[in-house]
Structures are given as structure tokens and as C-alpha cells.
């Protein structure tokens, strides 16, 4: 299983993004997604996730500005980021969650500058 992001870039304060990643391969079944962060020179953090129920979480500071979605018939997660800060700016790593075992895609860096 290989996990593929894509969606960032440089953004202005106030503006959008919406990530995408993409689990290629066959013959499994994704039981929760997660999109994680790291800032520059900080660890990584968990942004939001959601489970093969739809059931949704999200860390503090992105309540009401990202919303988590997944397509389970493409294997697909996506991450559409409202009202951007400079405080978002970050590398950007999905997760998916297979019968436990963990894969990390390659990570898309986001930058919100003005």
C-alpha cells in the first residue's frame, strides 16, 4: 500500500487548500484515515481523522476551519482547509489505517504567507 498527497502550497492568510491523498494498491480495507502536521522545527501533530463510520475528530486549533472527507471507492481522504493562518504552516502527512498496521504518505507542504 502507497500513499500519495498532493494539494499544497503557498497561500495567503485567509485563503483555502484542499489536500488530497490517495492509497494505491488492493485488497484492503482503510479503517480511518488521519492528516497530521509538522511545523518547522516542532513535532508532529494529529489535525483531524475520520473512521470508516464517517465519525470525524479534529485537534483544537482547526475547529470550524478544516474539514476532514473521504471517498472509500477511490481510497481517497481529503482535507479542505478554511481561513488558512500563518500558524498552519506546515508539512502536511496523511495516514491510513490498515487492520492496525500504519502507512504515512510522503507528506505536501503548506504555506500560509503573506
Known amino acids: 500500500v502507497q500513499l500519495q498527497a498532493s494539494g499544497g502550497g503557498l497561500v495567503q492568510p485567509g485563503g483555502s487548500l484542499l489536500l488530497s491523498c490517495a492509497a494505491s494498491g488492493s485488497g484492503f480495507t482503510i479503517y480511518a484515515w488521519g492528516w497530521y502536521r509538522q511545523p518547522p522545527g516542532k513535532q508532529r501533530e494529529m489535525v483531524a481523522r475520520?473512521?470508516?463510520?464517517?465519525?470525524?475528530d479534529y485537534v483544537d486549533p482547526v475547529k470550524g476551519r478544516f474539514s476532514i472527507f473521504r471517498d472509500n471507492a477511490k481510497n481517497t481522504v481529503y482535507l479542505k482547509m478554511d481561513s488558512l493562518k500563518p500558524e498552519d504552516t506546515a508539512v502536511y502527512y496523511c495516514?491510513?489505517?490498515?487492520?492496525?498496521?500504519?502507512?504515512w504518505g510522503q507528506g505536501t507542504l503548506v504555506t500560509v504567507s503573506s
Open positions: 475520520i473512521l470508516r463510520s464517517d465519525t470525524t
Open positions: 495516514n491510513a489505517d490498515i487492520l492496525g498496521r500504519f502507512y
